[in-house]
C-alpha cells in the first residue's frame, strides 16, 4: 500500500513531513511529489520538482527564471498529473493526499483528477470552504478544510493534518466491500422534474438484468457520465435529462460545457436520448439572476434555486444542438421527444406549459436529425410511464443487438 502526497517541499515542508510520518507510522507507504519552485525542499522527497516539471517538457530552471507563479503552477500541475497517473500504473499508488492553498490545491487537484474514480482522493484545502468546483470537477475528490492556513505546525492544524493522514489509511488500508456484478452498466441523467421517468427506466432496467448509475444533471453530473463513458466503465447512456445544454446556450449556473452530448456518440455505445428540462434555465437564489434575464417567467424551485422557462427561439437553437451532437454518433442512436411536455411543470395547468416553446424545440430537432437516427416520437409527458419503459426498452434492444446486454 502506498499513499502518495504532492505538496510544495519549499513552503509546506514541515507539514507534509508531519502527514508522511503519520501515515508511515500505521505500516502505509509515502511517496513525496515535490512540486515547489521558488527554493530547494525542506527534506528529499521520491519525485523531485525537478522531474515533475520534466514530466510536461519544462524544466524547473525555466519556471524560475520565468518568475510567473501562475504559469508554474500551471506546469507543475500538468507535471504532476503525468507523474500520478505514471504511479498508478506501476501499482505505487493507492491513494492520493494533498495539502496547501490556493497554488498547491490547484496542482495537487489536477493530478487528482486524472486518476479514475474510485482511488481515494483527499485534499486539504484553504479553499475547501468555497467553490470547489474547480478542483473537484467531476472526480471523486474529497475537501477537507484546514480552517486556519497551512503555516506551520501548531495545536489546530496538527489535529486537521492528522485527521487528513489517518483519513488516507484508512482508506486505502480498508477494501470496501462492494458487491462486484457482472452485470452490463447504463449511464442515467435525472433531475427532480424528471424523476419519475428516471425511476421508472431505471427499475425497469434493472429488472432485465442491467446495472444504473443515475447522474444529477448539475453541469458536474453531466460531465462525469461523459468521462465515465470514456474510461468505459459505461456502456450504455439513457440520457432522459439534457437540461445542461439549456444551461450552456443562455447563461444558467448547471451547464456542463460544450462537449456535452459526445462521448457516448464517440465511442459508439448504443444511446437513447431525450428532451428533458430543456424547458429551463438554472440559477441560484432569485436575487442572483442576472439583471439581463429581468421581465422573464421564472419558478422558484427552492430558496436557493431558480428557474427560468425557455423561449421558442432559444428552443429552437437547442433542438439544432442537440441535433447535431446526435448526427455525429457512431453507435446507435434514438433520439426520443415526449409531446406532452418535457419536464414536471412543463405540463397542461403548470408554470411552464408552453406548446410554442415545445413545438419550436420539437421542430427544430425533426428539422436537422439525420436519417441514421433514429426518432421516436410520444404523445405522452416525459413522465408518463409510457414514455419511461419505452426508451428503457429500446436501450435494451439497441444494446442485446450490440452484444453488450445482459447474458440471458
Known amino acids: 500500500m502506498a499513499v502518495v502526497i504532492v505538496g510544495t517541499l519549499d513552503t509546506k515542508g514541515e507539514e507534509i513531513g ?3 510520518d503519520i501515515i508511515e507510522a500505521q505500516g502505509v507507504d509515502v511517496h ?29 530552471d525555466h519556471l524560475r527564471d520565468e518568475g510567473n507563479r501562475g504559469e508554474a503552477m500551471e506546469a507543475m500541475g500538468e507535471g504532476a498529473a503525468v507523474v500520478a497517473q505514471q504511479l498508478y500504473e506501476e501499482e505505487e499508488l493507492d491513494g492520493i493526499l494533498g495539502l496547501g492553498g490556493s497554488g498547491n490545491t490547484s496542482v495537487a487537484t489536477t493530478a487528482m483528477r486524472t486518476l479514475p474514480v474510485g482511488v481515494p482522493k483527499l485534499m486539504v484545502s484553504t479553499m475547501a470552504s468555497g467553490d470547489t468546483e474547480p478542483y473537484v470537477g467531476a472526480r471523486d475528490i474529497a475537501m477537507l478544510y484546514s480552517v486556519a492556513d497551512i503555516e506551520g505546525l501548531n495545536q489546530l492544524s496538527q489535529k486537521i493534518i492528522a485527521n487528513a ?3 488516507m489509511v484508512g482508506m486505502v488500508a480498508n ?12 449511464g442515467i441523467t435525472m433531475f427532480g422534474v424528471t424523476t419519475p421517468c ?119 437553437e437547442l433542438g439544432k444542438i442537440i441535433a447535431e451532437k446526435l448526427n455525429t454518433a457512431t453507435g446507435p442512436t434514438a433520439l426520443t421527444i415526449p409531446l406532452g411536455g418535457v419536464s414536471m411543470i412543463d405540463i397542461e395547468g403548470e408554470d411552464f406549459h408552453d406548446p410554442e416553446a415545445d413545438t419550436a424545440l ?28 419505452t426508451i428503457a426498452e429500446k436501450l435494451d434492444e439497441y444494446m442485446r443487438t450490440a452484444g453488450t446486454g445482459p447474458v440471458s
Open 175 to 186: 477494501e470496501p466491500d462492494v458487491e462486484l456484478k457482472d452485470r452490463p452498466t447504463v
Open 18 to 20: 508531519f502527514a508522511k
Open 198 to 316: 428516471v425511476q421508472t427506466a431505471r427499475e425497469h432496467l434493472e429488472e432485465m438484468g442491467y446495472e444504473t448509475i443515475v447522474f444529477h444533471a448539475t453541469g458536474t453530473g453531466g460531465r462525469a457520465m461523459e468521462s465515465l463513458v470514456e474510461e468505459g466503465i459505461i456502456d450504455g447512456v439513457l440520457d432522459v435529462t439534457t437540461t445542461e445544454w439549456a444551461d450552456e446556450l443562455i447563461g444558467g449556473v448547471l451547464n456542463a460545457g460544450p462537449d456535452r452530448l459526445e462521448a457516448a456518440g464517440a465511442a459508439g455505445i448504443p444511446q437513447v436520448v431525450s428532451t428533458g428540462a430543456l424547458d429551463m434555465v438554472n440559477f441560484g437564489p432569485r436575487d442572483s439572476v442576472p439583471e439581463e434575464f429581468e421581465g422573464r417567467q421564472f419558478y422558484i424551485h427552492n430558496p436557493q434555486v431558480t428557474l427560468m422557462r425557455t423561449k421558442p427561439e432559444e428552443n429552437a
Open 32 to 60: 513525496v511529489v515535490d512540486v515547489g519552485v521558488m527554493s530547494e525542499p525542506e527534506f528529499e522527497p521520491d519525485t523531485s520538482a525537478s522531474e515533475v516539471a520534466k514530466a510536461t517538457d519544462t524544466t524547473l
Open 165 to 167: 493522514a489517518l483519513a
Open 362 to 389: 420539437f421542430e427544430a430537432l425533426r428539422d436537422h436529425i439525420h436519417e441514421n437516427i433514429e426518432l421516436i416520437e410520444l404523445e405522452t409527458d416525459i413522465n408518463d410511464e409510457t414514455f419511461a419503459t
